[in-house]
């Protein structure tokens, strides 16, 4: 075999914009496939819009019907918070919705003594769900400080490139659990949905229907309601009545009793379960999950940006962003959606597989979760989707965040062995200290810091049960203090620095530029 020369070998230069997208961040499909691309972008948030009330909502003492009406509340404002952030925010193409990192605070809040002894079970989940708000509430003053404040901003100005790889890395790889465990829960329903989804959406993404790829666009919908029918036609034909019941949560179509329990009209407004309570062992508690969802959200607004083809966001933006999210995070509080808010990382890494980075569609899809939420019934039809197919496609989702921090990689030297021990160790301990802290709180029904302090306690299981947190806090502490003097080009800084102001390059204005003219009332730094 000949020697290849080197000026013959393919050299890929690094890329602060990610190309081969059709649509980016500024520009629109046709008004028929926005809403196409808004709705189905709609019923892939319906996952964790499901599943964390199902989750949360029994164990607070609540019915199907209390279940049915704070699914619907986390809709409502989920739809709310997604204009806000992408009118005014970071203006990326973001969903903001419920965020996992509440459950354990949540949980130490439904584990209260004053709230546990309570005998009746609707008057708890009421007493229950007014402790969380007022907690919510309480918290999410820290992200809008930090955010309005530009304080978030001057702390993003010491992430680098390669601090920022494992961070982003682990918004995809640390929910691992949330893939093909809960696939194998339901192996006949939902091993099927993750062959057939990927065969559609990367086999056969060439094939056209007037001129449009329709399954690299809409193979999710496709796939989804295939599986559904699927799905339906073994629950109607009696192949899980003698089933355990973890299988028949997982497989069926009528175990959730969301349609059933939700009313045809329904309109969620602040307040509606009685005034917030407060605590202050409550809200300190809540605190740590703001911070953990404020750094998740900062990694995957990285990878947003990076999948709607457009530059990384200034700090100026990203911070404006967290306040924002801080907004959303008190509207939960406010109208009672039992969680705070994040960054959906399923639908960011929805942009990537359909290669549709638009602004556009995902404010349709935010209108289509504030409809469907009134219509309470059409919108439980949708919910009662069984959670093994989001599962299935999530593993697809997941996995393309992962490699977006992963091609961050491309500005710095991977030559450096000080680069190298950075990326390596961070991601290790980024995935084992979380593991590590999920054994121990699913064998000891608590978490490794169980001190009298409630609120200490809260604050330790939250931040270090979080990968990306994790992975930021070692990153980032060794990138900026590990041999930095002689580090700087390999850090990748260089290739950052004229995005680390909004007016560093003139493609900002084109992207993160407030509407109406706000800026001028709003000026950037």
């Not at 000949?2 to 008004?31: R, T």
């Not at 995809?172 to 993750?194: D, K, N, Q, T, Y």
């Not at 997982?250 to 407004?269: E, G, K, M, Q, V």
């Not at 109406?516 to 000026?523: T, V």
Request: neutral net charge; contains cysteine; proline residues 5%.
């Amino acid at each position: 075999m000949a020697e290849v020369k080197p000026e013959e070998m393919v050299h890929h230069p690094p890329m602060d914009q990610l190309q081969g997208f059709e649509y980016c961040i500024d520009s629109n499909p046709s008004w028929g496939e926005a809403i196409g691309l808004g709705f189905q972008h709609y019923i892939l948030s319906l996952g964790t819009a499901v599943m964390i009330p199902t989750m949360l909502v029994p164990l607070m003492g609540g019915n199907d019907h209390d279940k049915a009406k704070v699914v619907q509340t986390l809709l409502f404002v989920t739809g709310i918070k997604t204009l806000l952030q992408t009118l005014f925010g970071t203006r990326l193409p973001t969903v903001i919705g419920g965020s996992y990192a509440y459950v354990v605070p949540v949980l130490s809040i439904i584990h209260d003594r004053s709230l546990a002894q309570i005998a009746d079970g609707h008057t708890r989940f009421l007493q229950t769900m007014r402790a969380t708000q007022g907690a919510l509430i309480v918290s999410s003053s820290i992200q809008i400080i930090l955010g309005y404040s530009q304080l978030w901003a001057i702390c993003s100005r010491f992430f680098s490139p390669l601090g920022m790889v494992p961070v982003v890395s682990l918004v995809g790889l640390g929910l691992f659990e949330r893939g093909f465990p809960v696939v194998a829960s339901c192996v006949e329903i939902g091993l099927p949905m993750l062959i057939i989804f990927v065969v559609l959406s990367q086999y056969l993404k060439h094939v056209h229907v007037r001129h449009v790829p329709i399954l690299e666009r809409f193979s999710l919908l496709v796939c989804i309601a295939l599986l559904w029918v699927y799905a339906h036609i073994l629950t109607a034909s009696g192949a899980y009545h003698h089933t355990a019941l973890h299988t028949q949560i997982s497989c069926r179509t009528d175990r959730s009793n969301l349609i059933s329990s939700a009313l045809w009209i329904s309109i969620p407004y602040p307040l509606q379960w009685g005034a917030p309570t407060f605590n202050a062992d409550h809200a300190f508690g809540m605190m740590a999950a703001v911070m953990v969802s404020l750094i998740e959200s900062t990694g995957a607004f990285k990878a947003a940006a990076r999948l709607a083809s457009a530059t990384p966001p200034p700090a100026y933006v990203l911070s404006r962003g967290i306040g924002w999210q801080g907004i959303g995070t008190l509207l939960d509080g406010l109208f009672g959606t039992a969680t705070g808010s994040t960054v959906s990382v399923e639908n960011v890494g929805l942009l990537g597989s359909t290669r549709i980075g638009s602004r556009r569609v995902i404010q349709i899809s935010a209108g289509f979760m504030i409809f469907f939420s009134i219509l309470g019934k059409f919108g439980a039809l949708f919910a009662s989707i069984p959670f093994t197919i989001f599962a299935a496609i999530y593993c697809v989702m997941f996995g393309i965040i992962a490699a977006v921090g992963l091609s961050f990689l491309q500005f710095t030297n991977m030559n450096s062995m000080r680069n190298l021990f950075i990326v390596g160790f961070s991601l290790f301990l980024g995935l084992s200290i979380p593991e590590y802290f999920s054994r121990y709180m699913t064998g000891a029904q608590n978490g490794p810091a169980h001190t009298k302090a409630g609120w200490f306690n809260d604050y330790i299981n939250t931040i270090f049960a979080s990968p990306p947190t994790v992975a930021l806090i070692i990153a980032v502490v060794l990138d900026n203090t590990l041999d930095v003097r002689d580090a700087a080009k390999d850090r990748g800084m260089q290739w950052w620095e004229r995005f680390r102001t909004f007016r560093g390059d003139s493609r900002n204005e084109e992207f993160y530029t407030l509407p109406f003219n706000l800026n001028r009332f709003f000026p950037p730094s």
